[in-house]
C-alpha cells in the first residue's frame, strides 16, 4: 500500500503569513494528489486537485505543486478563515485512496 | 445539486454490526463516472477510507478493515449502505458517505461531494 507522509501534524502562524505543508508519498504517485480543508464539525473540502490544479472558486491563495513522491501546499497571505485542518489524499491506486495525517494549522 | 443524506443508529453495543444508509439526491446513483464511498474519522483524529461501492454493486475495501465491511448498493432506493461487523470502541467516529470520481465526465481523483456525517458511538 502507498503511505502518505504529511508534515507539520500542526502548525501556528499569524495572520497574513505564508505557511506550506509537505506530503510525501511512500512511492511513486505522478501527480495523483489531492488537497483537502477541513473546518470543526464540517465536512472536507477539496481544495486543490492532481497536485496544482486549483478547484473551482477555491482563493487563488491556495496553491500545491510536486509530482512523484513530494508534495507541497501553500498559504499564502493567511486568512482568518484559513485557519484549519489539512489533508492529501492520493488516488494513484485505484480503487484504492488513502489521506495524509493531516496538518492543524492554529493561529500564533 | 448533488446532497448525500448518511442515517443509522448513532450507538452500537461492542461486538455487534454498525449498519448505515446514504441516501443520494440531485443526481444519479447509476453513474458509471463514479464510486460511492465511506469515509470515517475518529474524534480528534484523521480522515480514513473505508472503501467503494461502484453502482453495479462492485467494491473495493480498505485492507485494514476489509474482513469486517461490506458494502452494498440500491439503485431503486437511490442509497448505498455500510456495514461494519464486530465493532470496538476503536470504531467510535464520524461516518461520512460521499462521492468519488473515478473517470468520464467527471475531474478523476476527488472527493467533491460529501454528506454531513454522522456520528456512531460504540459502548455498552
Known amino acids: 500500500d502507498i503511505q502518505l507522509t504529511q508534515s507539520p501534524s500542526s502548525l501556528s502562524a499569524s495572520l497574513g503569513d505564508s505557511v506550506t505543508i509537505t506530503c510525501q508519498a511512500s512511492q511513486d504517485i505522478r501527480n495523483y494528489l489531492n488537497w483537502y480543508q477541513q473546518k470543526p464539525g464540517k465536512a472536507p473540502n477539496l481544495l486543490i486537485y492532481?497536485?496544482?490544479n486549483l478547484e473551482t472558486g477555491v482563493p487563488s491563495r491556495f496553491s500545491g505543486s510536486g509530482s512523484g513522491t513530494d508534495f507541497t501546499f501553500t498559504i499564502s497571505g493567511l486568512q482568518p478563515e484559513d485557519f484549519a485542518t489539512y489533508y492529501c489524499q492520493h488516488y494513484d491506486n485505484l480503487p484504492s485512496i488513502t489521506f495524509g495525517q493531516g496538518t492543524r494549522l492554529e493561529i500564533k | 445539486q448533488l446532497q448525500l443524506q448518511e442515517s443509522g443508529p448513532g450507538l452500537v453495543k461492542p461486538s455487534q454490526t454498525l449498519s448505515l444508509t446514504c441516501t443520494v439526491s440531485g443526481g444519479s446513483i447509476n453513474s458509471v463516472s463514479y464510486f460511492w464511498t465511506w469515509i470515517r474519522q475518529v474524534p480528534g483524529k484523521g480522515l480514513e477510507w473505508l472503501g467503494f461501492v461502484f453502482y453495479r454493486g462492485n467494491t473495493s475495501y480498505n485492507p485494514s478493515l476489509k474482513d469486517r465491511l461490506t458494502m452494498s448498493v440500491d439503485t431503486s432506493k437511490h442509497q448505498f449502505y455500510l456495514k461494519l461487523a464486530s465493532v470496538t470502541a476503536a470504531d467510535t467516529a464520524v461516518y461520512y458517505c460521499?462521492?468519488?470520481?473515478?473517470?468520464?465526465?467527471?475531474?478523476?481523483?476527488?472527493?467533491?461531494?460529501w454528506g454531513q456525517g454522522t456520528l456512531v458511538s460504540v459502548s455498552s
Open positions: 460521499a462521492r468519488f470520481c473515478s473517470g468520464g465526465n467527471c475531474l478523476v481523483g476527488g472527493v467533491r461531494s
Open positions: 492532481d497536485s496544482s
